[in-house]
């Protein structure tokens, strides 16, 4: 057995596949009439690591993917790119609960404490095991049978359940600290969405016209042929909704074509000063400006590119997409008040947008930048602290798994 770091007296290096059980797969299309609770990569909290809004279908409708059978205090661990290393605890009784295929399900065993190998997961042990295990170049990922061969340093169950219970104890205190910066940073965001309200409210436009005609392109883009399994490490930027925030573009997540990709997307290769405009799915509308630093770049099919004529700033068109009185607009339709699961290239083309002077764009644009660029500090100062926060998190748990804490 390969040992890490040496352990305290009555600990042990063993490997996963040893504190967990046999787990079943079970296939809901056998059983086309039963409904079962699906669990898929979109249904793991991130911030809270557990189960959030998963699928309630009916064995029919049951996707090829779930398959992974799971119950209470059952751990899934995401194996898969570009969710790899996604975690969550199964705290609540579902009907019936299945587990995408993406997932591998950890059953604790009598003798171990599932909060313990809980923890051990969001270790740098681990997450160094899990790197060298990982295979594809192209689309990475972890075998289950890998995933269980990691080793984890075991302590009897009374120190086990002592460390959970001081964890539990610890991270509570911190989650609430990183609650609070948290919650600072969406009023920051509030206040300027506020000041956004109130600069186009008070801007005298007595005039408005179609946002085709202040434009040279309104277009959206695709996905290469093979999806995410034909992306490249390095390459052309291929920009998906994921990057585009209304404060900002956001590297997190960004795609990479090669040459051949690309050339077949020239139609929607993004030029310095386009404005980005998500139009599908759960960040329809969300907008920001490109990022030079990553052109050359293509959008996918999820992303339209807003290319102005001259006489419209960029910034002041993005100033006014993302105001939320505007924002509104595109979110919602005018029949019931349903948000729209979609924003197409017609509705684009005639969304009315305010004819005014380019002194005026220049003077709004000054003013908003100077608001941003204090409010962006304020949120920097929070997320700093939220960094330093999270990585007290991660020492205390090396602490905890070398029988320091």
């Known amino acids: 057995m390969s040992e890490l770091y040496n352990l305290p007296n009555g600990w042990e290096w063993t490997s996963i596949a040893k504190t967990v059980l046999k787990t079943e797969n079970k296939n809901p299309l056998a059983e086309p009439n039963v409904y079962f609770t699906y669990i898929d990569i979109s249904s793991v909290d991130n911030q809270m690591y557990r189960i959030k809004e998963p699928k309630y279908l009916i064995g029919h409708e049951a996707p090829s993917r779930a398959k992974k059978e ?3 205090d059952d751990i899934i661990f995401a194996t898969t790119r570009p969710n790899l290393k996604n975690i969550a605890i199964v705290l609540d009784d579902y009907e019936n609960p299945i587990a995408s295929t993406g997932f591998c399900v950890l059953r604790a065993q009598e003798n171990i404490d599932s909060k313990f190998l809980f923890y051990f997961l969001f270790t740098n042990d681990l997450s160094e095991q899990v790197e060298a295990k990982i295979r594809g170049a192209q689309y990475p990922a972890i075998s289950d049978k890998d995933l269980m061969s990691c080793v984890i340093p075991l302590p009897p169950l009374p120190e086990q359940q002592r460390i959970v219970s001081k964890l539990d104890l610890l991270f509570e205190i911190i989650d609430k600290s990183i609650a609070l910066h948290q919650k600072n940073i969406d009023e920051a965001n509030v ?3 506020s000041v956004l309200n109130d600069v186009f409210g008070e801007l005298k436009i007595n005039k408005t016209i179609p946002l085709k005609d202040i434009t040279t392109k309104i277009g959206s883009g695709a996905t290469p042929s093979g999806g995410q399994k034909a992306y490249k490490t390095k390459g052309i930027s291929l920009i998906r909704s994921m990057n585009v925030h209304d404060y900002g573009f956001r590297t997190k997540g960004l795609a990479f074509i090669d040459d051949s990709q690309a050339k077949k997307l020239n139609n ?10 998500n139009i599908t799915g759960a960040s329809v509308a969300r907008c920001c400006i490109v990022d030079k630093d990553y052109l050359p770049a293509r959008v996918n099919q999820h992303v339209s590119i807003l290319r102005l004529k001259d006489g419209m700033i960029p910034s002041f068109l993005h100033y006014y997409l993302i105001s939320p009185s505007i924002k509104s607009d595109l979110l919602f339709s ?17 969304f009315q947008v305010p004819v005014v002077s380019l002194s005026i764009q220049q003077k709004t644009v000054k003013y908003l930048n100077e608001i941003s660029q204090k409010i962006e500090k304020v949120k920097s100062v929070q997320k700093e602290k939220m960094a330093n926060l999270k990585a007290l998190k991660a020492s205390i748990l090396d602490s905890a798994f070398r029988g320091a804490l």
């Open 191 to 193: 206040f300027m969405g």
């Open 70 to 72: 799971v119950f209470i």
């Open 268 to 277: 929607v290769a993004i030029v310095e000063n386009d404005v980005l405009l």
């Open 334 to 350: 005018s029949s019931g008040g349903a948000t729209r699961e979609a924003i197409t290239k017609s509705m684009l083309e005639e």
